[in-house]
């Protein structure tokens, strides 16, 4: 038996994920406490993703920026080796974290992996609500 196509992979007869040449990696897109997050597959692992706050805007007159930018300023040496955090232009504070995946990939192993990425994000989810920052706006909406 052949491969099946499933969107943007092809599935083995023994389950295996196998992502299809296309213009874009296969992405998978998930929420984690109302947080968009995204993993893109490539044949030898996965790149991970989430939109874990926003800095406050300035419209808003309690916010505390100050206290949201140190905390932002402050997290890339709290994160685990091979994380980054980054700023984007809207203000939303984007962790982004890569993992090997062993071949072949299956659903199993890829829920897994997301489900250990998604549970890793939540001291940092904490910290940056803690100290001011907000969920993204619009987050729920995947």
Aim: aromatic share 6%; proline share 13%.
């Amino acid at each position: 038996m052949e491969t099946f196509p499933l969107g943007r992979f092809a599935v083995s007869p023994e389950g295996a994920l196998l992502p299809q040449p296309e213009p874009e990696r296969p992405a998978l897109r998930f929420a984690w406490r109302g947080r968009p997050c995204e993993a893109r597959v490539d044949p030898g692992g996965i790149a991970l993703a989430a939109d874990a706050a926003r800095i406050p805007s300035t419209a808003d007159p309690a916010a505390d920026r100050p206290r949201a930018f140190a905390a932002l300023a402050d997290l890339p040496r709290r994160l685990p080796q091979g994380w980054s955090a980054r700023l984007l232009p809207d203000h939303r504070i984007r962790l982004e974290a890569t993992a090997p995946l062993d071949s072949p990939v299956n659903a199993t192993v890829l829920v897994a992996t997301l489900v250990r990425f998604a549970l890793a994000l939540d001291p940092y989810l904490d910290t940056l609500e803690a100290e001011g920052a907000e969920a993204p706006s619009g987050s729920a909406n995947i």
